[in-house]
């Protein structure tokens, strides 16, 4: 994918760019933990755990949980203490 520019400001954005919230599931779904268990640690639904695990998964342009932790953690989003064990 490639950076969009804002036409208002002019700042370039990155399309893969994770949310602070989206980071945050991402963080959790790491260390293993359920969209159940995600969502009431957060306070939200399971089903919006799913959907932001949806664009998560879109805008990092991957399809499993391995695949994503290895790109979080390529891209120093997470640190290895962010993984469950």
């Not at 954005?13 to 959790?28: D, V, Y």
């Amino acid at each position: 994918m490639r950076a969009i520019v804002c036409p208002h400001c002019n700042k370039v954005i990155e399309p893969n760019m994770l949310t602070q919230r989206e980071l945050e599931i991402a963080k959790l779904k790491a260390k293993g933990l359920t969209g159940s268990q995600i969502g009431k640690a957060l306070y939200i639904s399971e089903k919006t755990v799913k959907n932001h695990m949806g664009s998560i998964y879109s805008k990092t342009e991957k399809t499993n949980i391995m695949e994503l932790v290895k790109y979080l953690l390529d891209n120093k989003l997470i640190s290895a203490e962010d993984i469950g064990t």
